[in-house]
């Protein structure tokens, strides 16, 4: 299709076909072998080009079945495309590598890399370390794996107050201003997880010891290096990552006892247990005051007046069918942004169940979103978008720009949702560098027990989150908690990602407080420049300091605990 505006079709409308993969394997050969018999770098570039065009139109397929399977899940069709694409992305995967081998071993290689940029060298020369013919059918066997633990939390049902919940569905009742609810909602969700236990372990447990046979099979001592490779880092290693979190448990930690002792005096208790967790003010949490119909209306109305930007992506959205956003039974879990290569289109998927999560998800979605939408037309797929952690600022940092137009969803409520939100982004560091040393320390002892992992992650959850009381649950007493973070399963070592761009963020929201202005202009930049830059070198084109910096974390927590501070004596 190759347009240079997005879709003009809805997306009920977006042909599928699936892909035949002997056809797609042999004009992929054929084109690389013309690659690497071409005489210029001019000819190999335009192969390359060939290249991508013929990987768009298999991504393209691959993110409509993956799109309509979370949908529905229940659909026989999709989720036998799912599985399809499960068993066949490891070929996809080889095919991926033989190229990037080819772009490596390019006897015009100076020459190319002058018109592609460095990024694609460091892209190709991690990615090659992490395949080989010889794990194929190990990663089917992870993908499939995958695939089981998405089935049993989107199957979950949930009987409570007399009707068949899932476990977005409970989120209202976990947040209500009745203690007793709360506590009743939240044992029912967590009664789902522990009567799915050995299930749920049994699944984990097999993940990890086929990812450590991968990581040994490619030459690595476990999979932690492996896991980084995958998510191509560069610019920063594992023991960054450690200071990192060393820095939130000396700086975010203590902000975070105070943040809770102060909820404990609005809340009039002597303590907070683990199903008070979801509510933040006696009298409840802030709620959008409409429908989800509603809450869309009034998103189109912000980014219409946030920048022109912004307007033409939001009716993009809306005109084309490019989100679904309701919560029901046989759905997916969770919230996530696509893109569908051909159509030059984002989707945005999320649940939203009538808490003020349907608003934040929303931005948040929306900024991934218009980050693919501002970088639709660079003709490299590699710099349409960057790592996980830079593409996390996009997200997280729309949350916070969008604050001014909050008043819109939250009328009367706006300074409760405002306060929610700050404080929740800073609890949420000590929670995502836990489950990040809970990952290093289980693939660095793949041979673990599934009671042993649940031992290790009760001691980092207390590290980091000293407060946490699970009153008598002994589920999660026993350190089950992990088992409703599907990054756990699904993608390992992603969740830091949410860490560094949370850090990220707040400068965002700090920026925003003095200049909104210029704060725009660095998000646009940052967005436009797709995955053209490493992470490091896109938080600096942002005007952002690196989270790896010990005083940048120290000088988020003073800004944000400042404010909250003077907030908090509004809600006493």
């Not at 896991?227 to 560069?234: F, I, L, S, V």
Request: proline share 3%; charged share 30%; glycine share 4%.
């Amino acid at each position: 299709m190759g347009m240079e505006t997005a879709t003009t079709v809805k997306f009920e409308d977006f042909e599928y076909k699936r892909p035949d993969v002997a056809t797609f394997r042999k004009r992929f050969l054929d084109y690389l072998s013309e690659f690497e018999s071409a005489y210029t770098a001019d000819a190999q570039y335009e192969i390359l080009l060939k290249l991508n065009e013929l990987r768009n139109e298999f991504d393209t397929m691959r993110s409509i079945a993956s799109i309509r399977y979370t949908i529905n899940t229940d659909d026989d069709f999709y989720s036998a495309e799912h599985e399809f694409f499960d068993d066949v992305n490891p070929e996809y995967v080889g095919c991926q590598t033989k190229l990037y081998n080819a772009l490596m071993n390019s006897k015009f290689k100076r020459d190319l890399e002058q018109k592609t940029g460095s990024v694609l060298y460091k892209i190709a020369g991690t990615y090659i370390k992490t395949f080989s013919p010889e794990v194929t059918e190990d990663l089917k066997k992870e993908n499939s794996l995958v695939t089981q633990y998405t089935k049993i939390i989107a199957s979950a049902k949930i009987f409570y107050e007399g009707e068949e919940r899932n476990i977005a569905g409970m989120s209202p009742f976990m947040q209500s201003t009745d203690r007793q609810v709360r506590k009743k909602a939240s044992e029912a969700k967590w009664n789902f997880f522990q009567d799915n236990e050995n299930e749920l372990d049994r699944i984990y447990d097999e993940l990890v010891k086929t990812r450590t046979r991968i990581a040994h099979k490619l030459g690595y001592k476990n999979f932690v290096q492996l896991g980084y490779d995958r998510m191509e880092r560069t610019g920063y290693t594992p023991d960054d990552v450690r200071l990192f979190r060393e820095s939130v448990k000396e700086f975010i930690t203590p902000a975070t006892i105070r943040l809770n002792d102060l909820k404990k005096e609005r809340l009039g208790l002597k303590e907070i247990f683990y199903y008070d967790s979801q509510i933040s003010f006696k009298d409840g949490n802030p709620v959008p005051k409409g429908s989800p119909e509603w809450i869309v209306r009034k998103a189109k109305e912000m980014y219409e007046q946030l920048s022109s930007e912004t307007n033409s992506f939001i009716n993009l959205m809306i005109d084309h069918d490019l989100m679904d956003l309701y919560n029901r039974h046989g759905k997916s879990a969770g919230g996530y942004c696509s893109y569908i290569p051909n159509y030059k289109s984002p989707f945005i998927f999320s649940n939203m169940n009538g808490t003020s999560d349907d608003v934040r998800v929303l931005t948040h979605e929306a900024g991934h979103a218009f980050q693919a939408y501002q970088s639709r037309n660079f003709d490299l797929i590699e710099y349409r978008s960057p790592t996980l952690e830079a593409c996390e600022i996009h997200s997280m940092s729309m949350e916070f720009i969008t604050w001014p137009w909050m008043e819109l969803f939250f009328e009367e409520d706006t300074d409760k949702f405002l306060y929610l939100h700050l404080t929740r982004a800073l609890r949420f560091l000590p929670y995502g560098v836990t489950v990040d040393e809970f990952q290093h320390w289980v693939y660095e002892h793949p041979e673990a027990t599934p009671e042993e992992r649940k031992s290790v992650w009760s001691d980092i959850e207390r590290k980091y989150n000293p407060q946490i009381n699970y009153d008598e649950n002994d589920f999660l007493k026993r350190g089950g908690f992990w088992f409703h973070q599907g990054h756990i399963f699904k993608r390992p070592f992603y969740y830091i990602d949410y860490c560094l761009a949370q850090v990220c963020a707040l400068q965002f929201w700090k920026k925003c407080n003095n200049d909104c202005d210029t704060a725009w202009e660095d998000y646009l930049r940052l967005c436009k420049a797709g995955g053209s830059k490493p992470f490091l070198e896109l938080v600096d084109l942002a005007n952002l300091q690196s989270p790896f910096v010990r005083c940048t974390m120290e000088s988020i927590v003073g800004n944000v605990m400042a404010w909250t501070l003077d907030a908090a004596k509004e809600f006493v």
